[in-house]
C-alpha cells in the first residue's frame, strides 16, 4: 500500500467542520435553542460551548441569515444576527478582532454556500480555523483573498453607501443579510432604498439588525413625479424617528396608510408592464435565445416568475435573472448531450461544440437585458417611465413634482428629500430646487450604476452650482446661473422659450434663492445602487481613502487593484477627544488632578476617542478623487458550465501549498526549519561535545519554557480550576511559531555577534568587558525580535515592547553569568572564563526570555482580565435587570427577598415570572461555567463581586443560590433550552454546582 498525499493537507477538524455544515441542511441539525426567547442570554463564552460546537453554532446562523427569504422569518434572522455578533465579534482572537470578525464571517458564508463542492468547501474550512487564531499577517492576506479593505480597529473609518437595495425591491439579500454584508465590508453608514411603499415589517428588520451591527442606518423611499416630458425621482428620508418602534407607529397612522395604499398602486402598475415584456418575450426573442444556444426553453410561466420575484417587487432586472436561470438549466441538459457526442465528433465539429460551451459559459444576466430585453424591441408596449395618459395609469403617477412634495410634506414634520440626477442636466436640477423652496436637501452627485452604465457630463456643471450655492456668494451664484441659462440654449429644447422665462425669473430672485440654503447647506449624496446581484460591476460601499489604515490605502494604490477611486473628493477632518476616566479611589482622583495642573500633563488619566468629522456639503468633482470604492469588480463571468462538468468536479486537484499543510505536519516543520540553523550553529562552532549537540535542545528549551510560563501566568495556571490542566492555557500553535524564528536567532546572537563581530572584531568578551558583551547582544537580540514581529505583521505596542524587554534583559544576563561563575568558581572548575564566553549566547537568551515570559504573562493576565470583566458585566447588567423586573411584577413583596423562594417564581401563573427566573437561571449557569473553565475568571469574579454594593450582593448570592433547583434546572435541559445535546452541560452542572455555591459563599 502506498502512502496518500492527501493525508499531508487539511486536518480532521477541516472535515469535521464540514460535515457540521453540510448537517444543517441534510439532517436538519438546527440549535432548537436558537428559535426562542431565551437564546440572546446565553453567552459565547458560557455553558453552551458544552452543548454544541462554535461551528455548528455559527454555520446554523449563517444558514438562517442566506436561506431564509419566507414570511415571519425575520426573527429567526435577527437572532441569528445577535448570535454570529456574540460567537465572532465579541470572541475574535488577536490584535485584529474585529477585521478577524469579518473574514470568519466572510468564509463562513462562502462555505455555506459551497455546498456541493467538497473540494472548495475544505479550502474554506481550513482557511476558517487557521483564521480564528487572530495573527495578523494572516488576517490581513485572507483579507485580500476575498477582496475586502482592512479597516481601522477603532471601528471610525468614514465608510458608507446612500443607495442599496434588499430583497424586498429588486436586491438579492434579505435585510438583515445585507447589513451584515455591509458590517464585513466595513460600513458604517447606509441608506436603504425602497420604490413608493415600505411594508412594516421589512423596516423593523432593517432597524433591528442595523441596531444589532451599531449601523448608522436610514430607510428612503424612492418617488417618481412628472416633470415637463418625464418623470424624475428622488428619495424621502424621515429624520426622528430613532428606533423600529417609533417606525412602526408612523406607518400605522392612518393618512400614511393611505399615502402607502398609493405606492402599491403604482407597484403594480410597474408589475404589469414586466408581464407583459414577459409575454412579448416569449413570443419574439425566446426562440431567437434557443436558436443561438442550441437549447430547448418552455414559454415563462409568468406565475413562476413572479414566485421567482417574490418577496420583491417585480423589475426588469428580476426578468433578465430568471430568463438567465431558465436558460442555464437548459444548457445544463444540453452540454449533456454534447459531451456523450464529443468524443467521436469531427476535429472541426470539437472546435464548435467548446465554442458553444464557452458562450454558454459566459453568458450573464446582463447578457440578457442588452441582447434579449432591449426596449427596441418592446417598442408597442408603453414606457411606464415616459409621460402618457393611459387608462390604468396611477393617481401617483399623474402628480407633478410639486404637488407630490406637497403631499409628502403633511406625511412627517420631519424629512430629508435627495434629488436623483440619473437624467437631469444642470437647468433641470437648478429649476428644481428653486421650485422645491429649499426642500431638495441633498443631490445624489454620484451613482455608481449610473457612472458605470454611460456618460455623466452633467454632473461636473451639476457639482458647480451645488458649491455655488453652498459658498452663499451672490455673485459667484449669479455666474453660474447665467452660464446653465446659456448651455440651455444652446441645447434647442422645444419648450425653450418657458424654459428661459422661469431660470431667468430665478436670476432676478436669486437673493432668495441664495437664503433658500444658507442655514442648511446642499449635501451631497453617494451611493453605488447595488442590488448584490453578480454583475460585472463594483458592489456595495464607498469609502474616504484618508481614514482608512495604511495597509488599505496601499492596497488601493496598487496598479492591480479592481476598486475604482470616484473622481470626487470630500473634506474629512480627524479629532481625537480626551475623555476623563473617573477612579472609584479618592486618592488617586485627588493625585491626577494635581498631576494635571502640570504642563504636558494635562491629558493624564484622560482616555483618547479618534473620529474623524466628514463635511458632506464640501463635495468636488476632481480627479484623483478621495472616495473608493470598498468592493471590487468581477472581471470574468462563468457560469460553471464546461464540458463533463461533474468529472471536472471529481478531478479537482489537491492544493498541495503550505497554506493547506495538515496542522501537526506544518507545526512539526516550523520546529524542524527553526531547529536545523540553531543545531547547526553549535554544531559547527562548538569544541565541547556537550554544547555542541545539546546546545540547540538547551535554547529550544528556554524558549518552549517562556512560551509556558507565559501562557500559565497569564490565564491562571497555577490557580486553576480542577477541571483544567496546565496544558490546556498553553498555544502550542503560537510555541511553534516561536520555535521557528528562535533557530534563526542561534547564529545571528552566537556566532554573528558574539564570535565574529565582539571576540574577533572588537575584542569584547566576557573576561574583559561582560556589561558591553551582553548590552550589545540584547540590542541585536532586540533588533531581530522587532524585525520578525513586523514581518508577522504584529501590532507596533507588541514591536516596540520586544525591543525593549530585550533592552531589560541586560542587567538580569550579567547576574546570570556571575552568578554561574560564582557557582564554578566554587566548584574548582578551571578556565571559568572561556566556559562563560561559550555560554553568552545561552545565558542572554535565557535573561531576554526569563522578562518576555514575566512581561507577556502579565500583558496576557490583564488581558484575560479585561475579557473576564467584560463577560461578567454583561451577566451582572443581564441578571440586575431581570431581578429589576421581577421585583416591578411583585410590588407588595418586601425588597430583596423574591428569589428567597424560588418554587413560588417557577410555578406562577405569570408567563413573564416564569421567563425572568429563566434569565436568572441562565446567568447563574454561564458563571458557574466562567468560574470553572475560564482563564482568570476567577480573581475577576472576586474583585467584581468586592466592588458591589451589599443590595446588589444579595441578589447576586441568591440568584446564584437558586442553582441548588436541581429538578427544576434538570428539567430546563431536557425540554432544550440548550437544544438537543443537552448531557454534557447537565452533567456538569450537577457535579459541579455544589462546589461553586460554597466558593460563592466565601465571596459573600
Given amino acids: 500500500m502506498g502512502f496518500d498525499t492527501k493525508q499531508l493537507f487539511f486536518d480532521n477538524r477541516d472535515h469535521e467542520l464540514i460535515r457540521i455544515v453540510n448537517a444543517v441542511y441534510d439532517e436538519d441539525n438546527s440549535l432548537g435553542y436558537t428559535e426562542k426567547l431565551f437564546y440572546p442570554f446565553f453567552h459565547p463564552f458560557g455553558i453552551k460551548e458544552l452543548a454544541e460546537s462554535k461551528g455548528l453554532r455559527i454555520a446554523t446562523s449563517v444558514v438562517h441569515l442566506l436561506e431564509s427569504l419566507d414570511r415571519g422569518d425575520e426573527e429567526y434572522r435577527l437572532q441569528a444576527l445577535r448570535g454570529l455578533k456574540d460567537e465572532i465579534l465579541n470572541t475574535a482572537e488577536g490584535s485584529l478582532p474585529k477585521n478577524t470578525a469579518r473574514v470568519l464571517l466572510q468564509i463562513m458564508k462562502e462555505l455555506v454556500r459551497a455546498r456541493g463542492d467538497y473540494f472548495q468547501q475544505l479550502k474554506l474550512a481550513h482557511d476558517f480555523r487557521t483564521a480564528a487564531s487572530g495573527k495578523p499577517r494572516l488576517i490581513r492576506n485572507q483579507l485580500k483573498a476575498h477582496h475586502l479593505l482592512e479597516m481601522p480597529e477603532e471601528w471610525n473609518q468614514l465608510t458608507f453607501d446612500d443607495h442599496v437595495h434588499d430583497a424586498n425591491t429588486k436586491g438579492r439579500k434579505s435585510p438583515t443579510h445585507l447589513i451584515m454584508d455591509a458590517w464585513i465590508k466595513g460600513i458604517r453608514r447606509l441608506r436603504v432604498i425602497y420604490y413608493h411603499y415600505i411594508e412594516p415589517r421589512f423596516a423593523a428588520e432593517l432597524i433591528e439588525a442595523a441596531e444589532i451591527m451599531n449601523i448608522d442606518l436610514r430607510i428612503g423611499i424612492e418617488f417618481a413625479a412628472r416633470f415637463r416630458d418625464r418623470y424624475v425621482t428622488f428619495i424621502w428620508v424621515s429624520r426622528g424617528l430613532p428606533d423600529a418602534q417609533s417606525f412602526l407607529c408612523f406607518l400605522a397612522e392612518p393618512h400614511v396608510i393611505e399615502f402607502m395604499e ?27 435565445l434557443c436558436r443561438e444556444f442550441q437549447i430547448e426553453l418552455a414559454p415563462l410561466d409568468p406565475v413562476e416568475f413572479l414566485q421567482f420575484v417574490a418577496p420583491g417587487q417585480a423589475s426588469i432586472l428580476h426578468l433578465g435573472e430568471y430568463i438567465h436561470c431558465q436558460a442555464i438549466l437548459a444548457m445544463k441538459k444540453r452540454i449533456k448531450e454534447l459531451s456523450r457526442g464529443y468524443a467521436t465528433a469531427e476535429p472541426k465539429e470539437k472546435q464548435e461544440i467548446k465554442a458553444l460551451v464557452q458562450a454558454m459559459d459566459r453568458l450573464s444576466t446582463r447578457d440578457i437585458l442588452a441582447r434579449y430585453l432591449n426596449p427596441e424591441y418592446y417598442s408597442d408596449i408603453p414606457d411606464p417611465w415616459s409621460v402618457h395618459h393611459s387608462q390604468d395609469l396611477p393617481d401617483r403617477f399623474k402628480l407633478s413634482f410639486s404637488e407630490l412634495l406637497e403631499k409628502l410634506s403633511h406625511l412627517h414634520h420631519s424629512f430629508r428629500i435627495t434629488l436623483n440626477l440619473g437624467n437631469l442636466k444642470a437647468e433641470d436640477v437648478l429649476e428644481l430646487l428653486y421650485y422645491s423652496n429649499g426642500q431638495i436637501t441633498r443631490l445624489e452627485t454620484f451613482n455608481l450604476k449610473n457612472h458605470a452604465a454611460g456618460p455623466t457630463d452633467q454632473i461636473p456643471a451639476i457639482n458647480e452650482l451645488q458649491q455655488a450655492i453652498n459658498e452663499a456668494s451672490l455673485l459667484k451664484l449669479k455666474r453660474v ?33 441664495r437664503n433658500m440654503y444658507r442655514t442648511t447647506p446642499l449635501r451631497s449624496r453617494m451611493g453605488s445602487d447595488s442590488t448584490g446581484r453578480a454583475f460585472q460591476a463594483h458592489g456595495m460601499g464607498l469609502g474616504i481613502i484618508d481614514t482608512l489604515p495604511l495597509q488599505a490605502r496601499r492596497e488601493i494604490s496598487r496598479k492591480a487593484c479592481t476598486r475604482l477611486v470616484i473622481p470626487f473628493n470630500m473634506r474629512a477632518c480627524f479629532r481625537e477627544t480626551s475623555v476623563p476616566v473617573n477612579s472609584s ?92 540553523p540553531a543545531f547547526a550553529c553549535f554544531a559547527l562552532t562548538k569544541d565541547w561535545w556537550f554544547l555542541a549537540y545539546f546546545g540547540a535542545f538547551i535554547w529550544f528549551g528556554i524558549t518552549g519554557f517562556r512560551n509556558i510560563l507565559q501562557s500559565v501566568l497569564g490565564g491562571g495556571g497555577i490557580n486553576r480550576s480542577h477541571l483544567l490542566r496546565w496544558n490546556d492555557y498553553v498555544s502550542w500553535d503560537r510555541m511553534t511559531d516561536s520555535l521557528l524564528f528562535t533557530g534563526f536567532s542561534v547564529p545571528l546572537l552566537d556566532y554573528l555577534v558574539k564570535t565574529l563581530l565582539l571576540d574577533t572584531a572588537l575584542g ?3 573576561a574583559n568587558n561582560p556589561s558591553a558583551l551582553y548590552a550589545i ?40 553569568s556571575s552568578m554561574t561563575g560564582g557557582i564554578l568558581l566554587a566548584l574548582g572548575v578551571p578556565g571559568i572564563d572561556g566556559i562563560l564566553q561559550k555560554w553568552a549566547a545561552v545565558i542572554s537568551k535565557a535573561a531576554s526570555d526569563l522578562v518576555a515570559g514575566l512581561i507577556e504573562g502579565t500583558a496576557d493576565r490583564f488581558h484575560n482580565v479585561a475579557l473576564r470583566s467584560r463577560d461578567y458585566k454583561r451577566k451582572f447588567t443581564e441578571l440586575f435587570d431581570s431581578y429589576s423586573r421581577l421585583e416591578l411584577l411583585f410590588p407588595d413583596t418586601c425588597e430583596l427577598t423574591i428569589l428567597e423562594e424560588p418554587e413560588k417564581l417557577f410555578n406562577s401563573m405569570n408567563s413573564e415570572v ?7 437561571i441562565i446567568n447563574s449557569l454561564d458563571m458557574l461555567y466562567f468560574w470553572m473553565y475560564q482563564p482568570r475568571a476567577r480573581i475577576t469574579a472576586r474583585e467584581m463581586v468586592a466592588r458591589l454594593t451589599p443590595e446588589e450582593k444579595r441578589i447576586f448570592i441568591l440568584s446564584q443560590k437558586i442553582l441548588e433547583q436541581e429538578q427544576h434546572i434538570s428539567r430546563l435541559f431536557v425540554d432544550g433550552i440548550l437544544g438537543r445535546n443537552f448531557s454534557k452541560p447537565l452533567s456538569f452542572y450537577l457535579t459541579g454546582y455544589q462546589e461553586y455555591l460554597a466558593a460563592m459563599e466565601k465571596l459573600a
Fill in 262 to 288: 398609493q405606492g402599491k398602486e403604482v407597484l403594480k402598475y410597474q408589475e404589469r408592464h414586466i408581464l407583459k415584456i414577459l409575454g412579448a418575450f416569449n413570443r419574439d426573442q425566446r426562440e431567437r
Fill in 481 to 513: 446661473v447665467r452660464q446653465i441659462i446659456g448651455q440651455m440654449k444652446s441645447r434647442n429644447y422645444p419648450d425653450e422659450a418657458e424654459r428661459t422665462d422661469k431660470l431667468v425669473s430665478i436670476l432676478h430672485d436669486i437673493y432668495t434663492f
Fill in 585 to 676: 479611589n479618592g486618592l488617586v482622583s485627588t493625585l491626577f488632578h494635581w498631576l494635571k495642573g502640570i504642563p504636558g500633563l494635562e491629558r493624564l488619566g484622560t482616555k483618547k476617542k479618534k473620529d474623524w468629522l466628514l463635511e458632506e456639503h464640501s463635495a468636488r468633482m476632481v480627479t484623483p478623487g478621495n472616495i473608493v470604492t470598498l468592493g471590487g469588480i468581477q472581471t470574468e463571468i462563468s457560469n460553471g458550465l464546461s464540458l463533463d462538468t461533474s468529472a471536472t468536479k471529481e478531478k479537482a486537484p489537491l492544493e498541495g501549498s503550505w497554506e493547506n499543510l495538515n496542522s501537526r505536519l506544518k507545526n512539526s516543520l516550523k520546529v524542524l526549519i527553526g531547529f536545523v
Fill in 764 to 766: 569584547i568578551n566576557v
Fill in 777 to 816: 547582544m540584547a540590542l541585536a537580540n532586540g533588533i531581530y525580535l522587532s524585525t520578525h514581529n513586523a514581518f508577522r505583521g504584529l501590532p507596533r505596542g507588541a514591536i516596540m515592547g520586544n525591543f525593549f524587554r530585550s533592552i531589560l534583559s541586560i542587567p538580569i544576563a550579567i547576574v546570570f
Fill in 914 to 920: 416564569r421567563d425572568l427566573i429563566t434569565v436568572v
